[in-house]
């Protein structure tokens, strides 16, 4: 079961895969992405196509979570939290382009308008308000900063 907020449909769903429990607040823009189960999902959030975000997890307000992005369980992303999938560094027009993945891990919390290139963030992280990550982050570490250390 799908419970929604919000008086009006305003959001749009395309081929998404949800779980038990899931919570979704309009307006918000999902296609082709996976909801596990109890998963909540804020307004003016956008998840896209081969997402997947894990059971318990949260994705705040403002959050865009692009293609190639895989949320573990347990996870709270805050609010306006961007995530990228292309670090421009192979391609030299739009028709070369190749996606890049991010793989967050379990228990992972990210703070209010981080920014998260292509990388593999590992279980049990906290990643700092407004932080920039560039690298890999290991199991049970804190980053923060512009880049991230």
């Known amino acids: 079961m799908i419970k929604m907020a919000g ?12 779980g038990k429990g899931v919570t979704l607040v309009e ?10 189960d109890d998963v909540s999902v804020g307004p003016f959030v956008e998840i896209q196509n081969g997402s997947i975000i894990g059971r318990n997890s949260k994705i705040s307000s403002h959050s865009f979570v692009c293609s190639g992005v ?32 991010t793989n967050i891990g379990n228990n992972v919390r990210i703070g209010s308008n981080a920014t998260i290139l292509p990388v593999t963030i590992g279980n049990n992280c906290i990643i700092g308000a407004g932080s920039v990550v560039t690298k890999d982050v290991p199991d049970n570490t804190l980053v923060k900063g512009v880049p991230a250390k």
């Open 7 to 18: 008086k009006l449909f305003r959001s749009f769903f395309l081929k998404c895969k949800f």
């Open 27 to 36: 307006p918000c823009n999902l296609y082709g992405c996976e909801l596990k």
């Open 70 to 101: 895989n949320i573990g369980e347990d996870c709270f992303i805050a609010h306006g939290v961007m995530f990228t999938n292309d670090l421009f560094v192979d391609s030299k027009s739009t028709k070369e382009w190749k996606m890049k993945r």
